[in-house]
């Protein structure tokens, strides 16, 4: 097979890229080692940037998302028992979030890449990079009983944190930083009303706590947990009443529970890796960088990172122009650190750590209560949670 761009990974990095390069002409494949209902299967982010849902909009796949994604001009953080609100629209100077699941908006990409009848490949067995070092870069997996290569100009990377792309550059050109967290989340997702239209973020002494929403009739809902804790150590009933007791008292008083439909645990990571372009190898999203979800930066730094790899194409293929593909690592990873900066700052602030001093958790009350006292702080935070500009 031959294609210009060989897109390793169909998670949203992947197909929007892919969605568009194609409706600027340039071919691409995808390559998919899940099925489609797997994928589509996942729970994870639902907070989007103004900047991602312009791509979703530019990939004419921002229709659905339009219709159905909340804005949301603020969300509250809860602690000592009161509730504060951050005005992103009023610090951030007008704007604000969508809330509109990653599982939706993956979909939306799978069906604009269908109606283009775009090549998206599921199922894909042990995915192999070759010559990446050089310009004649290939790529080959196995389907069945088939092996099947694909020449190309370049390969991207968008295959997540345990894709085989960011692993197949050789030894020590990669400089990788990680901090892992002494806890992980556990999600639950149930088919009731949000405890409220906008998101609470909500530290307590027992742990960190999140009530969050897919939309108004589907709420996602978190609460820390220690690394070592199973997914079949907490009934639904024990979760409920966990978190009831980690948010403010009459938030748990019109809190409306039901069966969860998903629950998962997710360890919290930050992880960079640098630089993310080696030859005609170019890594983006969660392949490059992590960020532990307090924040929502995750799905939105891997927006960035294909808007800038989409432009440096388009100067390559369009306007033989060359320097948005060398600059690309350098501009992507400014953006990214800054996204870990801002995540690594709200997890510190509002999780309990096992084994914090005193002084620590002065700290944290201290940061809290510096937050909603000063006018620069506040603007600070509305400006990184709505998207700092691409
Ligand atoms: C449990 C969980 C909860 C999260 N919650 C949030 C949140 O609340 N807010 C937020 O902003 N972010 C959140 N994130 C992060 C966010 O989901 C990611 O940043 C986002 O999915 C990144 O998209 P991606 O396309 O780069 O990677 P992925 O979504 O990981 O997609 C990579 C794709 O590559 C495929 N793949 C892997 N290996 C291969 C291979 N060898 N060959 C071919 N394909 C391969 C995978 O199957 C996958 O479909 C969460 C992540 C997780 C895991």
Redesign the pocket.
């Known amino acids: 097979m031959k294609t210009q761009v060989c897109i390793?990974?169909?998670?949203?990095?992947?197909l929007l890229l892919s969605q568009l390069l194609h409706l600027q002409g340039i071919d691409n494949v995808v390559?998919?080692?899940?099925s489609r209902d797997y994928?589509l299967g996942r729970i994870?982010?639902?907070?989007l940037e103004h900047g991602f849902a312009e791509l979703m909009r530019e990939a004419r796949c921002g229709e659905r998302m339009d219709r159905e994604g909340e804005i949301h001009e603020g969300f509250f953080i809860a602690h000592d028992g009161r509730m504060d609100r951050v005005d992103l629209h009023r610090y951030s100077g007008g704007s604000s979030v969508i809330v509109y699941g990653?599982t939706e908006l993956t979909r939306d990409l799978y069906e604009a890449r269908d109606r283009m009848q775009g090549t998206v490949v599921h199922d894909?067995q042990d995915?192999q990079l070759h010559d990446i070092a050089g310009t004649s870069p290939s790529v080959s997996y196995r389907k069945g009983d088939e092996r099947v290569r694909v020449e190309c100009d370049f390969v991207i990377g968008?295959?997540?944190?345990?894709?085989?792309s960011r692993k197949s550059i050789p030894a020590g050109v990669l400089s990788e930083y990680e901090k892992v967290y002494p806890f992980g989340w556990l999600g639950v997702l149930s088919r009731t009303k949000p405890v409220s239209p906008e998101l609470i973020y909500a530290r307590h002494e027992r742990g960190f706590a999140l009530c969050s929403l897919r939309s108004q009739v589907l709420s996602r809902y978190y609460i820390q947990v220690p690394l070592s804790d199973k997914v079949e150590d907490w009934s639904d009933e024990d979760f409920w009443a966990e978190l009831r007791r980690r948010v403010p008292s009459e938030v748990a008083g019109r809190l409306l529970t039901g069966p969860s439909i998903e629950k998962?645990i997710?360890p919290l990571r930050s992880f960079v890796a640098e630089p993310m372009r080696y030859g005609s190898l170019f890594l983006?999203?969660?392949?490059a960088h992590?960020v532990p979800?307090t924040g929502?930066?995750?799905?939105?730094s891997?927006a960035s990172d294909i808007h800038y790899l989409y432009h440096a194409m388009l100067g390559h293929y369009r306007d033989g122009d060359d320097s948005g593909l060398d600059g690309y690592s350098a501009k992507a990873l400014a953006r990214v650190w800054k996204a870990q900066r801002f995540s690594w700052w709200m997890t510190t602030m509002l999780h309990t750590f096992p084994d914090s001093l005193a002084y620590d958790r002065k700290l944290q009350d201290t940061d809290l209560a510096y937050l909603f006292s000063s006018e620069a702080a506040m603007r600070s935070l509305a400006e990184n949670y709505v998207g700092l500009p691409f």
């Open positions: 390793i990974g169909g998670g949203p990095s992947g390559l998919e080692r899940q994928v994870r982010a639902g907070v990653q894909v995915v968008a295959d997540g944190f345990h894709g085989v998962s997710a983006a999203g969660d392949a992590i979800p929502a930066r995750g799905l939105n891997a």
